[in-house]
């Protein structure tokens, strides 16, 4: 069974420390080698995971010791989410106004008055707006 602890104690030039169980009771001993590979060197205050066996001398011992890692990414905040709508989508929208404005002002139908071309030309910006927003969710 897996308990969590803290890290009170440690002696990084002879490789062992005392971990304080979350649950209470005594402080149990680790040693260095029973860090898992490729984790960093243990910080004191460090929340860590861990199995405890009986040592050589019946003494609790820590051992399968791994650090809990702790998510640091605050939430975004709404201008930072906005921030990561990315360039493409950026260069896209100005692109898109743009070609729509230029149609917009070269094509005539012939049997629209300008006011019936807004309501046309409207209408079809509506219902692409409406499609892509279909596609995002």
């Given amino acids: 069974?897996?308990?969590?602890?803290?890290?009170?104690?440690?002696d990084d030039d002879r490789g062992f420390g005392f971990i304080?169980?979350?649950?209470?009771?005594?402080?149990?001993?680790?040693?260095?080698?029973?860090?898992?590979?490729?984790?960093?060197?243990?910080?004191?205050?460090?929340?860590?995971?861990?199995?405890?066996?009986?040592?050589?001398?019946?003494?609790?011992?820590?051992v399968n010791v791994q650090p809990i890692r702790?998510?640091?990414?605050?939430?975004?905040?709404?201008?930072?989410?906005?921030?990561?709508?990315?360039?493409?989508t950026l260069?896209?929208?100005?692109?898109?106004m743009a070609v729509y404005g230029i149609v917009t002002i070269l094509w005539h139908p012939p049997h629209m008055d300008r006011v019936s071309l807004r309501r046309h030309q409207s209408y079809h910006l509506y219902c692409l707006c409406q499609r892509q927003i279909r596609r995002k969710t």
């Avoid at 260069?91 to 898109?96: D, E, G, R, S």
Wanted: no cysteine; net charge positive.
């Fill in 70 to 88: 702790v998510n640091r990414r605050p939430p975004l905040t709404e201008r930072q989410a906005r921030a990561q709508l990315g360039a493409a």
């Fill in 1 to 10: 069974m897996r308990i969590e602890g803290t890290l009170k104690s440690w």
């Fill in 20 to 62: 304080e169980p979350t649950q209470g009771g005594q402080d149990i001993f680790v040693h260095i080698k029973d860090f898992s590979r490729g984790t960093a060197r243990p910080q004191i205050n460090q929340a860590l995971t861990f199995e405890v066996t009986l040592g050589q001398q019946g003494k609790k011992r820590a």
């Fill in 91 to 96: 260069l896209a929208i100005p692109a898109f």
